[in-house]
């Protein structure tokens, strides 16, 4: 089946959107992801209806069905291998990588894939942390936490990053946060609902919108995390 660049973008992003919630993706959150207008979503979601890629229910959401979602993880295995080449052998800074990235998945050579695989020693996770499927389409979900839904005073590992704006990720640069920093939430300030945390060291503040970003994991401890 062919499909255009902009399909391919729209599938890539619903896949994206709900394997974070694990709820039907409304189109205001596929306009945010793209970057365009909901109207121009739901035009796209039309044509992805036909070639029968999703279930989309006007008011409800949409999902990708079987034939959508294995096609999602074909274009997500090709992104993340792409920006594990970009950042780790050509260390393109990462504020630049998504751009860079949403240009080289488009290549549809299977052969290059598989070649780029190996070259890379088959890595399981991406520069922002997600999991990268393998040749048969099987990839691990590992738990995750946004930053702002974990307890106090736990050693915590950050272990992907949500937001992947250059805009973003520069912020986060200059915090000096990057995947495997290891951190301890201190205090919560209720003013700002920023965050102080322990960083090599170092104490540091982190606004919710950073904190709402990062995923972590507990370094101690396999149980769902609680407020405090």
Known sequence: MHLTE????????????????????????????????????????????????????????????????????????????????LRDKLHVKWDQIESITDQLEHINSDMLIEELDRYLGYPQNDVFGDPIPDSNGKFVLRARYPLNEVSFGQQLTVVGILNHSAEFLKLIDVANIQIGSEIIILEKFDFDQSYLILHKGIEKQLSISIARNLLVRYNNRINHPGKK
């Open 6 to 85: 902009s399909e391919e973008d729209h599938i890539r992003i619903i896949f994206n959107l709900y394997e974070r919630t694990g709820k039907p993706v409304s189109t205001n959150a596929i306009a945010a992801g793209m970057k365009t207008t909901a109207a121009s979503v739901t035009d796209m979601l039309k044509r992805l209806q036909v070639k029968q890629l999703i279930d989309y229910q006007k008011y409800y959401g949409v999902t990708l069905n079987t034939r959508g979602n294995a096609l999602a993880i074909h274009l997500i295995r090709r992104n993340r291998l792409w920006n594990v080449m």
